[in-house]
């Protein structure tokens, strides 16, 4: 019968331990988690925030980047855009010349370039400068020059 007894108190005590063991491992394992989790929750705080910061930065880097090009694109179209006004201003002064210079040339230059038909005309935002010659006779030429020595 000491036997049994001494074999129950044996197992209770067995259990007591264990469980106080348990119990210790439970509060040994929330302390853990406690003391890991505030500094790595900080961790990824930080983390987090300096991801963002990064990125942040690389973003706007890409759009001061694509500024910079895009404002070197406007540039190059305003440069193209002065340079064709320059020369429609060009094409169109040149045209309007065209009849004084006509009447400036010797009668025997004049029939050879009245004698194609010649259609020259330029349009500058949305004015047209235009000078046209048809094909003339030698006749029509000299009628219309009023000289008679075509030779």
Not at 31 to 52: D, F
Not at 58 to 66: P, S
């Amino acid at each position: 019968m000491v036997e049994v007894s001494s074999t129950g108190a044996a197992e209770s005590i067995k259990r007591a331990l264990e469980a106080e063991l348990r119990d210790a491992r439970d509060e040994m394992q929330r302390e853990i988690v406690s003391g890991v989790e505030g500094p790595m929750r900080e961790y990824a705080r930080q983390l987090v925030l300096e991801l963002t910061a990064q990125s942040q930065s690389q973003l706007e880097a890409r759009i001061q980047c694509a500024l910079v090009n895009a404002q070197a694109d406007v540039n190059s179209q305003n440069q193209r855009q002065a340079d064709v006004t320059s020369i429609e201003a060009k094409v169109c002064s040149d045209l309007k010349k065209i009849p004084a210079r006509i009447d400036q040339c010797r009668p025997q230059v004049l029939l050879k370039v009245l004698k194609g038909p010649w259609k020259l005309s330029c349009v500058m935002h949305g004015m047209k400068c235009s000078v046209e010659l048809s094909v003339m006779s030698k006749d029509q030429c000299v009628n219309m020059l009023g000289n008679s020595s075509w030779n």
